[in-house]
């Protein structure tokens, strides 16, 4: 992979600039810093190796060299998709999980924003906003999938099973192709991220919806039926005939085996 052939590979796409890094710790870090520094919308930062990639609740996703995607694009978001903030996560599931039927393959989508095969991750999503004093000035979308079979970690590394395109579909996928998949299917559904057939085509994708799942806030944890999600993205739970609204932040979910 270099900066040639991906700026080749992409050039189709309304993307303003590629910054490739063989080796950075996080893809995120590097979009937020020149995202702050001014960067214009479209802005997509690639690296080959990351060594301290987030996820989501201060995770660390670490890929290797030639058997990952590890991205981010910088987002200058309108004031009518500020509303709607906490959908950017979702829009980064929903355009891998597109990018992944394109193959043949049937993802789901682990609320809020993680990508299942097989019920196993193969892809995280890590969505940071970008603040100019009191006001939001951009998004930074960051998108890390297991492609190859080196790119999953042991076992006993893992808090949720793993897996990777390749495994699922059992045959060899081309990073650069998956790579523009995405970010084609990002832009797109980007352009309805306030629409009700945004939410509607996520939804139908969620794994575990209608059943039961445990929810671990910082307070403690609650359990119960996985009934719904509103226009925000926000898990509503039903719990002994009473329903709860779960925002993503510091929260994760899990199944229940009933």
């Known amino acids: 992979m270099d900066v040639e052939t991906i700026r080749a590979r992409l050039s189709a796409l309304p993307i303003s600039e590629i910054q490739y890094l063989p080796e950075t710790y996080s893809t995120n870090d590097d ?44 987002f200058r978001p309108t004031l009518e998709e500020i509303e709607k903030l906490s959908l950017f996560s979702p829009l980064g599931a929903l355009a891998v999980a597109v990018a992944l039927e394109d193959l043949g393959l049937s993802p789901e989508i682990k609320w ?22 009191s006001h939001i000035n951009g998004v930074v979308l960051g998108i890390g999938i297991n492609v190859a079979t080196g790119s999953v970690p042991d076992s006993n590394m893992l808090l949720f099973p793993a897996t990777c395109v390749e495994s699922e579909l059992g045959k060899p996928v081309d ?8 970010l084609r299917h990002l832009i797109e559904w980007r352009k309805q991220i ?24 910082p307070d403690g944890e609650i359990t119960g039926r996985f009934q719904d ?17 779960i925002f993503a932040g510091d929260v994760k979910l899990r199944p229940l085996e009933e």
Request: proline fraction near 3%; include cysteine; glycine fraction near 8%.
């Open 112 to 133: 809020p924003n993680d990508v299942l095969l097989s019920r196993k991750k193969v892809c995280g999503v890590l969505a940071e906003t970008v603040w100019m004093g």
């Open 229 to 245: 999600v509103d226009e925000h993205g926000a898990l509503v739970l039903s719990v002994e005939e009473q329903y709860h609204t």
């Open 175 to 182: 990073r650069l192709s998956l790579l523009e998949s995405v």
């Open 31 to 74: 979009a937020m810093a020149w995202a702050q520094a001014g960067a214009p919308e479209g802005v997509v930062v690639i690296a080959d190796k990351q060594l301290k990639g987030r996820g989501r609740l201060g995770r660390m996703w670490v890929t290797q060299p030639g058997t990952s995607l590890a991205f981010s694009m910088i």
């Open 194 to 217: 306030r629409t009700e057939r945004f939410i509607e085509e996520w939804k139908k994708r969620l794994a575990f919806l209608g059943e039961k799942v445990t929810v671990q806030k």
